[in-house]
């Protein structure tokens, strides 16, 4: 199922093609609290159920006990000067339910805040300690300037 043209044929040997799907999916997070079992993605408007599950199935290897699909619907704005209406396009969900035994937990992607600060602390005081350093070493020699000493 794609809607890329590819041609019939070119020139030497071998024919060679790349046959690709228009298929993507996009893992998302559920704005409502859901069971661990239950993965909330974002997909391809032109994926069915069955598209999604054979897709995790064949591909990932997941085993997948239902698949349930809902459209959201773009957003709409007005221009305030001209007055036109502009509509963001709409968005296919899919929500996947796996095995009760399976549960599945949204990846922290980032740093928490209590490691990036102890590391920032820690790079402030090693510079201010290079600029103390600095200081005391050109403590005896005013008006001469600091890249003299490097």
Same mark, same amino acid.
């Given at each position: ?35 661990? &079992?239950? #993965?909330?993605?974002? #997909?391809? *408007?032109? *994926? ?5 599950? &054979? ?10 006990? +239902? ?5 959201? *619907? ?6 305030? #000067?001209?007055?036109? #209406?502009?509509?963001?396009? +709409?968005?296919?969900? /899919? ?5 009760? &035994? ?5 990846? +922290? ?6 490691? /990036?600060?102890?590391?920032? @602390? ?13 200081? @005391? ?14």
């Amino acid at each position: 199922m794609s809607t890329r043209w590819y041609p019939i044929y070119q020139r030497g040997n071998p024919q060679l093609r790349v046959f690709l799907p228009n298929f993507w999916m996009k893992l998302i997070r559920s704005r409502d609290e859901q069971p661990k &079992n239950i #993965v909330t993605f974002s #997909v391809s *408007m032109e *994926m069915t159920k069955y598209d999604v599950k &054979n897709y995790l199935e064949k591909i990932y290897k997941l085993p997948v006990v +239902d698949v349930r699909t809902r459209i959201e *619907m773009g957003s709409t704005k007005r221009d305030q #000067v001209y007055g036109y #209406v502009t509509k963001n396009d +709409d968005v296919k969900i /899919a929500y996947v339910t796996m095995p009760k &035994n399976v549960e599945f937990t949204f990846p +922290d992607m980032f740093v928490k805040k209590d490691e /990036a600060q102890k590391s920032e @602390e820690k790079s402030l005081e090693d510079t201010k300690q290079g600029f103390k350093k600095f200081l @005391e070493r050109n403590k005896k020699r005013p008006g001469t300037p600091g890249w003299f000493s490097i």
